[in-house]
């Protein structure tokens, strides 16, 4: 479920029937096709939706009820993750022969094939107002996951903690990211991206003796960030002033 602007999007269900999404805005409930994943300050939302014309599921752009497919990038299946309040829409796409998938960006009514950081695989789930984004990517000789940054055209490596792999779930508006993370150890830790560092966010906000931060799946431009605890908990994290 996403939150914005007093604006809600979700999905619900019910015994005996499929379920679906909803837009909840000045307190009318608006039913829309597919799953939403994301929303922005100005009431869009953007998620996955199944084509009339085959089994594939569509990337799609709800905006005041109108439902725009988003297109593909050669193969059958696409998603949508995130939008900025200017209408950027990141997600994932397959390619031709459907083995592989890459992150997109649709800007412009264009979608954006990003690619990766040298592996076959890449994924987008963040964007900020700026226009830089957040996800994952598979490195040189389709080795294991990192989270990288794309800001210019340019897809840079944001490396781990020490350990093989990482991910990257959200981005500011500052350009900082926050995701997950192995050690060296293969231990799973959230993290905080800034000012080029990688940083285990364990380190920054601990919380209860003997529980972790395994992954922060969300940061907003106030430093706050809410991940999710080595107790199946969530928590709400604010950063320190100078690291905002």
């Not at 084509?51 to 439902?67: E, I, M």
């Not at 890459?102 to 009514?109: P, R, V």
Request: without cysteine.
């Amino acid at each position: 479920m996403e939150i914005e602007a007093s604006e809600i999007a979700g999905e619900y269900w019910y015994p005996g029937h499929d379920g679906g999404s909803f837009l909840y805005a000045g307190g009318i409930i608006t039913a829309l096709s597919g799953r939403a994943s994301a929303i922005n300050n100005v009431g869009q939302v953007v998620g996955e939706m199944s084509r009339a014309s085959s089994a594939s599921p569509a990337a799609f752009l709800w905006t005041s009820g109108t439902l725009t497919d988003l297109g593909m990038l050669g193969g059958n299946g696409a998603h949508a993750s995130a939008i900025n309040d200017v209408g950027q829409v990141v997600g994932f796409a397959h390619l031709a022969g459907n083995s592989t998938v890459h992150a997109f960006l649709y800007s412009g009514e264009v979608l954006t094939d990003l690619g990766t950081l040298g592996g076959a695989n890449s994924v987008a789930f963040g964007i900020n107002s700026t226009g830089q984004i957040a996800g994952s990517s598979q490195i040189a000789g389709n080795g294991p996951q990192h989270a990288f940054l794309y800001s210019r055209g340019l897809m840079t490596d944001l490396g781990t903690l020490g350990g093989t792999e990482s991910q990257a779930d959200g981005i500011d508006s500052r350009g900082l990211i926050v995701g997950w993370s192995r050690t060296a150890s293969g231990a799973q830790r959230a993290f905080l991206w800034s000012s080029g560092r990688m940083l285990d966010l364990n380190g920054i906000a601990p919380i209860s003796p003997g529980v972790a931060l395994m992954e922060a799946t969300a940061i907003n431009d106030l430093g706050q960030i809410v991940a999710n605890g080595s107790n199946d908990r969530a928590y709400l994290i604010t950063l320190p002033p100078q690291l905002r």
